[in-house]
């Protein structure tokens, strides 16, 4: 298994700005991702953060707005860029191996944007 | 279109109750995945399953590929169990389709 940690747990922040949101992991794994949770809402993709090179991005979601970076095997961060009302989520990173299905969550950022 | 569909929506129980929670897919699946989401946000992983049954201490998954079904069971429930139960699978790839989860209140 694979335990995860994110930085900030939580933020509250000016519309406008960008937050930076860092995920740790505690083992080498090959598949990195990250998802949104609007209020109410069950979890979406958002893109998976791939080794040295750029994110693929779902639907609906762009690098200029969400632009991610994985330096590492351990280590991803995700940035909510020119944030609005309407960014305010949870937003999680998980973690897995592309041969075993296994994914492992961290706890999450729960962003509040005013 | 390849979708999941828990249910209840919501259900309550009192503590020491058996509860189930039902969880359909549309087409064949690698992986079925039982997560629980507390209120703090945070998700745990409690089961990954592609065929048969698994237990762990009072959570038991089962997962019929025929009728494209799994239900996750709690016996002897608790308040500590209170939560959101989201069900998730693996079309063939590695990116999971989520359910719109199951939120459990258990009352003392």
């Known amino acids: 298994s694979a335990v995860i940690s994110q930085k900030p747990s939580r933020d509250i922040c000016q519309r406008g700005t960008s937050l930076t949101i860092q995920c740790q992991v505690d083992?080498?794994?090959?598949?990195m991702f990250w998802y949104r949770q609007q209020p109410g809402q069950s979890l979406t993709l958002i893109a998976t953060?791939?080794?040295?090179?750029?994110?693929?991005?779902e639907s609906g979601f762009v690098i200029d707005k969400f632009p991610i970076s994985r330096p590492n095997l351990t280590f991803s961060t995700l940035t909510v860029s020119n944030m609005s009302p309407e960014d305010s989520s949870i937003y999680l990173c998980?973690?897995?191996?592309?041969?075993?299905?296994?994914?492992?969550f961290g706890p999450g950022t729960r962003l509040t944007v005013t | 279109k390849n979708e999941v569909e828990q249910s209840p929506q919501n259900l309550t129980a009192q503590e020491g109750e058996f509860i189930t929670i039902n969880c359909s897919y549309s087409?064949?699946?690698?992986?079925l995945h039982w997560l629980q989401q507390h209120p703090g946000g945070g998700i745990v992983s409690l089961f990954m399953l592609s065929s048969g049954k698994k237990k762990h201490g009072r959570l038991i998954a089962t997962i019929n590929i025929q009728e494209k079904h799994s239900s996750l069971h709690i016996t002897a429930s608790h308040p500590r169990d209170s939560a959101v139960y989201i069900c998730?699978?693996?079309?063939?790839?590695?990116?999971?389709?989520f359910g719109t989860g199951t939120r459990l209140q258990v009352f003392p």
């Open positions: 953060a791939n080794q040295g090179s750029e994110a693929t991005y």
């Open positions: 083992s080498q794994v090959t598949m």
């Open positions: 998730a699978v693996n079309y063939n790839t590695d990116k999971l389709i």
């Open positions: 087409v064949g699946i690698s992986a």
């Open positions: 998980s973690a897995g191996d592309w041969s075993s299905y296994e994914q492992y």
